[in-house]
T-cell receptor
Framework: GAGVSQTPSNKVTEKGKYVELRCDPISGHTALYWYRQSLGQGPEFLIYFQGTGAADDSGLPNDRFFAVRPEGSVSTLKIQRTERGDSAVYLC???????????FGPGTRLTVL | KNQVEQSPQSLIILEGKNCTLQCNYTVSPFSNLRWYKQDTGRGPVSLTIMTFSENTKSNGRYTATLDADTKQSSLHITASQLSDSASYICVVSLMDSSYKLIFGSGTRLLVRP
């Protein structure tokens, strides 16, 4: 595709449920990133993939959060036992490699009731 | 602690006027500084990228400056248009992990007719 796409655009779930957020990067981009953006704040780094492997997952807040990129393209961010504090916009970005310009998707707005 | 602070938090200007947004950072070792524009409900879009050796960079009506000694940057918008209404986010990356972007909270700009 022409840009980074994310699905769903909005997700409402109940506390304690499991959710999956999907990211389709720009074709050919080997690097993929997940960020979390709370209301009125800038995005915060969660995890960085280079190819299929997580090169840096130091931003994941706890073990309820997990992300995969099994074929080096599409990535899924998985959140178990969701909490109200997980409510935020989850942004995905990709770049040609691990340096320089990152292109962002529109984000998934997650609301945990 | 690596931080990026922006001012003002919000700004209202009349169409056609100029404005300047400020960014201070304490990120070290510094790799590069970027300004992003984020429209409501969209992902951030890169405006400029500067390394520590660059003092200024322009992109159309947007001009960014960087003083690596004082760790300050500014984004100047000339002849503002209604479509400039958005959040402008200052982003800094580390020398040893340039993929990990550290975002400011942004300046929310509203351009009124």
């Amino acid at each position: 595709g022409a840009g980074v796409s994310q699905t769903p655009s909005n997700k409402v779930t109940e506390k304690g449920k499991y959710v999956e957020l999907r990211c389709d990067p720009i074709s050919g981009h080997t690097a993929l990133y997940w960020y979390r953006q709370s209301l009125g704040q800038g995005p915060e780094f969660l995890i960085y993939f280079q190819g299929t492997g997580a090169a840096d997952d130091s931003g994941l807040p706890n073990d309820r959060f997990f992300a995969v990129r099994p074929e080096g393209s599409v990535s899924t961010l998985k959140i178990q036992r969701t909490e109200r504090g997980d409510s935020a916009v989850y942004l995905c970005a990709s770049s040609r490699d691990g340096t320089w310009e990152q292109f962002f998707g529109p984000g998934t707005r997650l609301t945990v009731l | 602690k690596n931080q990026v602070e922006q001012s003002p938090q919000s700004l209202i200007i009349l169409e056609g006027k100029n404005c300047t947004l400020q960014c201070n950072y304490t990120v070290s070792p510094f790799s590069n500084l970027r300004w992003y524009k984020q429209d409501t409900g969209r992902g951030p879009v890169s405006l400029t990228i500067m390394t520590f050796s660059e003092n200024t960079k322009s992109n159309g009506r947007y001009t960014a400056t960087l003083d690596a000694d004082t760790k300050q940057s500014s984004l100047h918008i000339t002849a503002s248009q209604l479509s400039d209404s958005a959040s402008y986010i200052c982003v800094v990356s580390l020398m040893d992990s340039s993929y990990k972007l550290i975002f400011g909270s942004g300046t929310r700009l509203l351009v009124r007719p």
